[in-house]
T-cell receptor, first 112, second 115 residues
């Protein structure tokens, strides 16, 4: 059974600080996605990474897919209160698989 | 486009009652799915559909039924509600459903409490 473990489960920091959250597995994934979920809403896709070692940037957010495609990280530079939310990673096992493997999420709070 | 819509937004049921959660999308997506989200457990797939007339079970299908008679609609039926089904339910759709490749578009969720 493929699993995705996210750490930390909860993170509360001050505005302006940097942070990194992790998504780890012992299994190889063909691709990995990061979603952000705000209270009372459904998750919204931030990024998809498909190549080992791939780095993608979305403004102050930097996403990296591990070289072996077993892990990923999300780094936020100079966090802002608008970054507050639940960050979820989800992995795809293959092109013919319709079932995403989801991590439990990292709840991030950015205090003004 | 309205995207993915879900009704109702909140629902309280008594044990043993049945109900249908509605989901509709206007993006002409072939793939639709239902998830439940519980604290600390992430999203768990209940059922999914890769097109009208085709459905399949996900990770936690027991106690739920689905059907897909049109591309737009994918209702989720709770047959006999149990307290363990208290959760937030999300409907999602994507173009072709390729896990980890296609963008999943989520509805706003239905918050269900079973007493």
């Amino acid at each position: 059974t493929q699993l995705l473990e996210q750490s930390p489960q909860f993170l509360s920091i001050q505005e302006g600080e940097n942070l990194t959250v992790y998504c780890n597995s012992s299994s190889v994934f063909s691709s990995l996605q990061w979603y952000r979920q705000e209270p009372g809403e459904g998750p919204v896709l931030l990024v998809t990474v498909v190549t080992g070692g791939e780095v993608k940037k979305l403004k102050r957010l930097t996403f990296q897919f591990g070289d072996a495609r077993k892990d990923s990280s999300l780094h936020i530079t100079a966090a802002q209160p608008g970054d507050t939310g639940l960050y979820l990673c989800a992995g795809g096992a293959g092109d013919s698989n319709y079932q995403l493997i989801w991590g439990a999420g990292t709840k991030l709070i950015i205090k003004p | 486009n309205a995207g993915v819509t879900q009704t109702p937004k909140f629902q309280v049921l008594k044990t043993g009652q049945s109900m249908t959660l509605q989901c509709a999308q206007d993006m002409n997506h072939e793939y639709m799915s239902w998830y439940r989200q519980d604290p600390g457990m992430g999203l768990r797939l209940i059922h999914y559909s890769v097109g009208a007339g085709i459905t399949d079970q996900g990770e936690v299908p027991n106690g739920y039924n689905v059907s897909r008679s049109t591309t737009e609609d994918f209702p989720l039926r709770l047959l006999s509600a149990a307290p363990s089904q208290t959760s937030v339910y999300f409907c999602a759709s994507s173009y072709a459903g390729l896990a980890g490749r296609d963008t999943q578009y989520f509805g706003p969720g239905t918050r269900l409490t079973v007493l």
